[in-house]
């Protein structure tokens, strides 16, 4: 039995809901551990989620609800009074708690909403709830809702639970020392694939009008000891990922470069370090340090959103565009940078919007994440989406349909974009060919015109695997109906299709091995000359699996230059692939560099 149940009910199983995690440890402080969590994901039944809830037999159950999860969360909060009727059923997290009132009137079976940071509040339940029932015995939910009328920070219903009044029991005061949050994983498990997310602060103090975090600007930091015992304990548990959800972790240089620092001394070789940060006011002594960093410790996301000016300034960014660019570029690659833009934002029609793509694009992020503006309530956004005619979605995501800037059709074909910038970039499958084919035409025009052809063709109404992507690229490639042929050459011609072909030639048997080839590649293959390579590169041990495990073909330019364009002539690659050691990366060596002994196996 759980008598405070916190459910949580996940995007997906390798997901960690932190905030569950931490209410319950918070109040297990109070004395008896009396709350404690469980989780769910959307991808279960109704049934099977409230079997759960069932089987713990909580008389009060408690919600963490974001976005992805509401609608699954509303849809069995009235079951969970049916089959629990002496249930005490709350929710808390930013879709109830940033608009408590209109959530409760749409949730007629919710009898309270936690609004604002939870901790305390939740804690001061618990203490209600252990001192109700050492005073009762037998718990009522009438009597205890009238006891919770003392806990600070709640939203309930008015006199004998009328749905037309509502009752506020006044402000919670904030946890200023985080240090008093206890650590939200006393038990690490599945550490290889779950995700564990950490906060190292709380607030934001930046104004961003689409964004939730700009309601609350009192930012509080954890100490950097805590920090640094808390990623000890990740890195011996040996997690995979850990995800900091600082909304800006780059605040104060001394102390994030010291987490970093930390990190980096005490790497266990395995575990990767999520950051969201500003990139615009990393230090010289953070760039500098981060060209130390190797590969597989840390990733950034960073948010560009839009360079026109003009849209940045209506929503409170007030960003140096040129100063982004310039700390974006000085970031290694080996650390692995996500990208954002948002499509919808005040003043960004299709034109303005694919400058922004170009640019950011022309920076070579490792992803690009196409967001569509969202308009949460209780932002600035949403009242000046209002006024200004936005017409966005009725339910969550709460995404933008249409602005005065970007009809719902240009929405839509951006959507089509976001679809091939995820399976020609992001994927990164296809990464010589669409470099090329961007710096060539123009990283907006290809993805743009390419997404236009696909939409006439009916091709997003067909199933897509990377083999399929692969194909219709070298359709367009090829010109074959006329049609095609124009998508890519609009900057006067500079896009060589028979380069690009190469290219993607490349690229495919880069992946790995194949069992045959499609009829779009030409193989140009000699087994003995194959043989000879294998030999001069360290020799063949086993003949069946070198060969299994590699491959050779002749290009007409060096597809690993950084111009193959300026390199024609004919060029035999050999490709090595990982097989059976998942830890291996697949190579690319041009055998004449083997032939002459200028690389190692």
């Known amino acids: 039995m759980i008598p405070v149940l916190l459910a949580a009910v996940n995007a997906c199983y390798n997901h960690t809901n932190l905030a569950v995690r931490s209410l319950a440890l918070y109040a297990a402080g109070t004395g008896k551990r009396t709350a404690d969590f469980r989780e769910w994901t959307i991808n279960q039944s109704a049934g099977e989620i409230l079997r759960g809830i069932a089987e713990e037999q909580p008389n009060i159950v408690l919600f963490s609800t974001y976005i ?19 249930v005490i059923i709350g929710a808390g997290g930013p879709e109830a708690g940033f608009n408590p009132q209109n959530f409760l009137k749409k949730n007629p079976a919710l009898d309270f909403i936690i609004y604002g940071e939870g901790e305390k509040t939740v804690a001061e339940i618990v203490s209600a709830y252990n001192l109700y029932m050492e005073k009762n015995g037998s718990f009522f939910a009438k009597d205890f809702l009238l006891e919770m009328k003392s806990v600070r920070g709640i939203f309930m219903r008015g006199a004998n639970g009328s749905q037309n009044s509502l009752l506020f029991t006044g402000e919670q005061s904030l946890i200023k020392d985080l240090s008093l949050l206890p650590f939200p994983y006393p038990e ?43 990623i000890q304990r990740f890195l011996d ?12 972790y780059n605040l104060k240089p001394e102390r994030y470069i010291s987490i970093w620092k930390y990190i980096l001394s005490h790497h266990n070789k395995k575990t990767m370090f999520h950051f969201e940060i500003e990139a615009e006011f990393l230090t010289d002594e953070a760039l500098l340090f981060l060209k130390t960093v190797p590969p597989g410790v840390m990733q950034f996301e960073i948010g560009v959103q839009s360079t026109n000016k003009k849209t940045l300034c209506a929503v409170g960014r007030s960003q140096n565009v040129e100063t982004l660019f310039e700390n974006i570029a000085q ?23 694919g400058k922004s793509f170009d640019l950011t694009m022309e920076l070579k992020p490792d992803a690009l994440q196409l967001g569509f503006l969202k308009i949460l309530h209780g932002t600035e956004m949403e009242q000046y989406a209002k006024k200004n005619g936005w017409t966005w979605m009725e339910q969550p995501p709460y995404e933008t349909l249409s602005t005065p800037y970007l009809p719902y059709k240009d929405i839509l074909h951006l959507k089509d974009v976001e679809t091939l910038v ?9 990464s010589k060919t669409i470099a090329y084919i961007g710096r060539t035409a123009g990283f907006w025009n290809c993805f743009s015109g390419m997404a236009e052809y696909a939409r006439r063709t009916g091709v997003f109404s067909a199933p897509r695997r990377e083999q399929f992507w692969f194909e219709f690229l070298a359709h367009i ?4 109906d006329g049609e095609t042929a124009a998508i890519l050459t609009n900057r006067a011609g500079k896009m060589h299709s028979d380069v690009a072909k190469e290219l993607l030639r490349f690229d495919f048997i880069s992946a790995g091995k194949k069992g045959g080839f499609p009829p779009w590649y030409t193989h140009i293959y000699s087994k003995d000359a194959h043989r000879s390579v294998l030999e001069q590169n360290g020799g063949i041990r086993n003949a069946r699996l070198d060969f299994a ?5 002749t290009f007409t330019v060096n597809p690993m230059a950084e111009a193959p364009e300026e390199t024609r002539g004919s060029f035999r690659i050999l490709f090595l692939y990982r097989g059976r050691n998942p830890e291996a990366k697949n190579r690319q ?4 560099e083997i032939l002459r002994g200028k690389t190692t196996p």
């Open 331 to 353: 970031i290694p690659r080996t650390i692995h940078s996500h990208l954002d833009l948002i499509a919808g934002l005040p003043f960004e029609d299709l034109k303005s919007f």
């Open 237 to 248: 548990a040996g997690v995979r990922l850990v995800k900091f959800v600082d909304r800006t």
């Open 477 to 480: 490639l090829s010109g074959a």
């Open 549 to 553: 495990y590699s491959d050779l073909d």
């Open 422 to 430: 995820d399976a020609y970039w992001n994927s990164g499958a296809f």
């Open 589 to 592: 060596i041009l055998a004449e």
């Open 188 to 230: 690490i498990t599945d550490p290889d694939n779950r995700i564990y997310y950490y906060e190292s602060s709380r607030g934001c103090p930046f104004s961003c009008a689409y964004c939730m975090s700009s309601l609350d600007r009192r930012v509080r930091f954890m100490p950097a000891e805590r920090v640094f015992q808390d």
């Open 68 to 86: 992805w999860n509401a609608a699954v969360i509303q849809n069995i909060i009235p079951d969970i009074k049916k089959i629990l009727p002496g």
